[in-house]
């Protein structure tokens, strides 16, 4: 999987590209019919190989969906870092926000991959 492409892309656009999974899979698997959730979870850490997160964390398997490939050390990205942080403090039942993360239902989904925050 050389996703040089991809890096490149993100680097000349400020830190953050959308792409959709059909572009991904170009790079990633060509000669694959479909994504599976365990080729998405191999993109995803080639990915972060090359300094590079995704918006969702969980890849979509459905090639007509897009994401947000972001840098991890641009401002954008660290951003990311600190909401999957919170996310996941959310999940353990201890919230760093004093519950104010009901007021964003979509952060576990997004960060996590899991069903909304209660």
Avoid at 55 to 60: A, F, K, N
Avoid at 86 to 114: D, I, K, M, Y
């Amino acid at each position: 999987m050389d996703f040089t492409v991809i890096a490149n892309a993100v680097e000349v656009d400020a830190g953050v590209k959308r792409v959709s999974m059909r572009f991904i899979k170009k790079y990633a698997a060509p000669e694959r019919v479909r994504l599976s959730s365990e080729l998405c979870e191999k993109i995803s850490d080639a990915l972060h190989e090359h300094g590079l997160v995704t918006v969702p964390r969980t890849l979509p398997t459905s090639e007509n969906d897009w994401v947000y490939v972001i840098g991890k050390d641009s401002p954008l990205g660290q951003a990311v870092g600190i909401a999957a942080t919170v996310a996941s403090f959310a999940q353990l039942g201890v919230s760093s926000l004093g519950g104010l993360e009901s007021n964003f239902p979509g952060l576990q989904e997004l960060f996590l991959g899991g069903p909304p925050l209660k």
